[in-house]
């Protein structure tokens, strides 16, 4: 895995976007896995910054999310869906039938599963960007997460929710369950792009970058990937002395 580290949550947007940018002016019919969460957002303002100023166009891209929450649909404000949409599908020249978030409400939930992996294998993601949550989960792929698998409906751990309540008015309004790409479904990608920002990033970043790889910590399986950069902040490496030490600067 290679790290780049950089000075703040600003540089670390600009050079995630620096990657996307690179990846659909080298293929305009890239394939972005994209993520949600705070910590991508400011990557998603620069590439629509970069698309006003620039015109870099999205006409051919074709993007897909890693999950959603169950029981939510697309008009929800902290759906998935609703997210991609007003971060970033309705600011840049994407064509909504080319952006893939799983169905939150699908009647039969087993079934959105199955097709969504079929999709994710079929499409062939070019680009991955992740967050990691707290408990170093990377998705909605909980610690005791297999690495073999495939896009299921997870449970989310009290931890997760807790954390995710910050967009929502109270921690029961979270929903218990989510549709998420596997961990196998991620390593797919062709490149993945980890970002993390913040302190409170300090200790799964240590766990990632010191520990072992097991599946009770999710993201360690992406050490078993050829084709990873990590771009995280100096305060999210806090706990990574031996990293800092050869930091790459990301300016
Ligand atoms: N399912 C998402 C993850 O994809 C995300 O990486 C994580 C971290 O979120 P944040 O970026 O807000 O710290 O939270 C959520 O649970």
Same mark, same amino acid.
């Given at each position: 895995m290679? *790290?780049v580290?950089?000075?703040d ?7 995630a976007a620096?990657?996307?940018?690179q990846?659909v002016?080298k293929k305009?019919?890239?394939?972005l896995g994209l993520?949600?969460?705070? +910590?991508?957002?400011?990557t ?15 006409a051919q891209?074709?993007t897909?999310n ?5 029981g939510l649909?697309?008009?929800?404000p902290?759906?998935y869906?609703y997210?991609?949409?007003a971060? @970033?599908?309705?600011?840049?020249d #994407?064509l &909504? &039938?080319? +952006?893939?978030?799983p169905?939150?409400k ?5 079934e959105e ?5 079929? @999709?994710?294998r /079929?499409?062939g993601v070019?680009?991955?960007l992740?967050?990691i949550?707290v408990n170093?989960? #990377?998705g909605f792929n909980? !610690?005791?997460t297999?690495f073999?698998?495939? +896009?299921h409906? *997870?449970?989310?751990a009290d931890s997760?929710?807790k954390?995710?309540?910050?967009f929502?008015?109270?921690?029961e309004?979270v !929903?218990?369950?989510?549709?998420t790409m596997?961990?196998d479904s991620?390593?797919? =990608?062709?490149?993945?792009v980890l970002?993390? =920002?913040?302190?409170?990033? $300090?200790d $799964?970043?240590?766990? @990632?970058?010191s520990g072992?790889t097991?599946?009770?910590?999710p993201a360690?399986?992406?050490?078993l990937h !050829?084709n990873v +950069?990590l771009i995280?902040?100096y305060?999210?490496l806090a706990? *990574? !002395?031996?990293?800092?030490g /050869?930091? *790459?600067?990301g300016?």
């Amino acid at each position: 895995m290679k *790290v780049v580290a950089v000075r703040d949550y600003q540089e670390m947007s600009d050079l995630a976007a620096k990657y996307i940018i690179q990846q659909v002016k080298k293929k305009p019919s890239s394939v972005l896995g994209l993520a949600t969460g705070s +910590t991508p957002k400011g990557t998603y303002q620069k590439l629509i910054e970069d698309a006003e100023k620039n015109g870099t166009s999205y006409a051919q891209v074709r993007t897909i999310n890693l999950d959603e929450y169950v029981g939510l649909g697309q008009d929800h404000p902290q759906s998935y869906r609703y997210f991609m949409k007003a971060n @970033l599908f309705n600011h840049i020249d #994407i064509l &909504k &039938k080319n +952006t893939y978030v799983p169905n939150g409400k699908a009647f039969n939930l087993d079934e959105e599963c199955q097709c969504y992996e079929q @999709l994710v294998r /079929s499409i062939g993601v070019d680009l991955q960007l992740l967050g990691i949550g707290v408990n170093g989960h #990377i998705g909605f792929n909980e !610690p005791g997460t297999p690495f073999h698998s495939s +896009t299921h409906i *997870v449970k989310l751990a009290d931890s997760t929710r807790k954390a995710n309540s910050r967009f929502f008015e109270t921690v029961e309004e979270v !929903p218990k369950s989510a549709i998420t790409m596997g961990i196998d479904s991620i390593l797919q =990608s062709k490149e993945i792009v980890l970002l993390a =920002s913040g302190s409170k990033k $300090a200790d $799964a970043l240590q766990k @990632l970058v010191s520990g072992k790889t097991e599946d009770k910590f999710p993201a360690s399986a992406l050490k078993l990937h !050829p084709n990873v +950069t990590l771009i995280a902040d100096y305060e999210a490496l806090a706990k *990574v !002395p031996q990293v800092v030490g /050869s930091i *790459v600067e990301g300016k």
